[in-house]
């Protein structure tokens, strides 16, 4: 079984920051794509940032230059970092991956998502 656990959501007063986490585990032969999406109450789920086996980052163009996508790959984990957050921001945010776990085929597996709440 492959997990994504993700934490760091909250609420936070506009311009202020929060950290997400999101840490794969489970039996993971290899991880490629890693990332955030977000929905907020009556739109579609939308990527905000996602980041390749190699490094490669692309982000939504609402949150580039304020928010920020890593990873540690021996800890199966991303980070998304977000400064200068708006109340546009607010929304439920999912972390998800593209894995190929040990047993079984390639699979997008998807966090239960974190709730980000940015006060005016």
């Known amino acids: 079984q492959v997990q994504l656990v993700e934490s760091g959501g909250g609420l936070v007063q506009a311009g202020g920051s929060l950290r997400l986490s999101c840490a794969a585990s489970?039996?993971?032969?290899?991880?490629?794509?890693m990332g955030w999406y977000r929905q907020a109450p009556g739109k579609q789920r939308e990527l905000v940032a996602k980041i390749s086996s190699g490094g490669v980052s692309n982000y939504a163009d609402s949150v580039k230059g304020r928010f920020t996508i890593s990873e540690v790959n021996a800890r199966n984990t991303v980070y998304l970092q977000m400064n200068s957050l708006k109340p546009e921001d607010t929304a439920v945010y999912y972390c998800?991956?593209?894995?190929?776990?040990?047993?079984?085929?390639?699979?997008?597996?998807w966090g239960q998502g974190t709730q980000v709440t940015v006060s005016s």
């Open positions: 489970g039996s993971i032969f290899r991880i490629n794509d």
């Open positions: 998800a991956a593209d894995i190929i776990p040990r047993f079984g085929p390639r699979t997008d597996y």
